[in-house]
Nanobody, 124 residues
Framework: QVQLVESGGGLVQAGGSLRLSCAAS????????MAWIRQAPGKERDFVGA????????EYADSVKGRFTISRDKAKNTVYLQMNSLKPEDTAVYYC?????????????????WGQGTQVTVST
């Protein structure tokens, strides 16, 4: 059973930085796509970015390109989301998600495994 546990959320001022972590367990993740998805109050889930576990290829939403970076540490079975130049509109619950066969990285509905989420709040 795949388990994903996020950490690292918190309150930060606009322009600041945070690094989220997603500890993955339960099996090997070769071939998996690991993603960060966020959901603001009253809004739908939005794709933030994703990384292929094996090759390290990444994709990002246009709204975070140049500010956010996804990486993974295979030895620690952990995926990271480094968030710089944070804006109030980045405020949301951030979820780590994973799927072994997803070819539509930007579609949150295609991910079968989810963490519990971590709150990120960016103040003005």
């Amino acid at each position: 059973q795949v388990q994903l546990v996020e950490s690292g959320g918190g309150l930060v001022q606009a322009g600041g930085s945070l690094r989220l972590s997603c500890a993955a367990s339960g099996r090997g993740f070769s071939g998996y796509v690991m993603a960060w998805i966020r959901q603001a109050p009253g809004k739908e889930r939005d794709f933030v970015g994703a990384i292929s576990w094996s090759g390290g290829n990444t994709e990002y939403a246009d709204s975070v390109k140049g500010r956010f970076t996804i990486s993974r540490d295979k030895a620690k079975n952990t995926v990271y989301l480094q968030m710089n130049s944070l804006k109030p509109e980045d405020t949301a619950v951030y979820y780590c998600a994973a799927d072994p066969y997803n070819s539509r990285w930007h579609d949150p509905d295609k991910y079968n495994y989810w963490g519990q989420g971590t709150q990120v709040t960016v103040s003005t």
